[in-house]
């Protein structure tokens, strides 16, 4: 089994490697560029900035900036800054 791993800026970028199952991913999107991220089953997620997060089922969401946060399930989050948590 190969490991994959995959920088992406883009939504374009984000949807393939969510597609291809890549093993990780992290995003890189230049300051005004929204990404669309969701969460969900095992998912682990590192948020900085302004970055918003949805996560559902057994997701790991760590928090930093002014992040925003909506879990449920199982979600386990950590929150820093100004992140605020729902």
Do not use: F, N
């Not at 089922?57 to 386990?76: E, I, K, L, Y």
């Amino acid at each position: 089994m190969t490991y994959t791993e995959r920088v992406v800026t883009t939504q374009a970028e984000l949807d393939a490697a969510l597609r291809e199952k890549a093993d990780w991913i992290e995003i890189r999107s230049p300051r005004g560029v929204w990404l669309d991220v969701t969460a969900s089953g095992s998912s682990t997620v590192t948020a900085y900035d302004s970055s918003t997060v949805t996560a559902s089922g057994s997701s790991t969401v760590t928090a930093s900036g002014s992040s925003t946060v909506t879990a449920s399930g199982s979600s386990t989050v950590t929150a820093y800054d100004s992140s605020t948590v729902t």
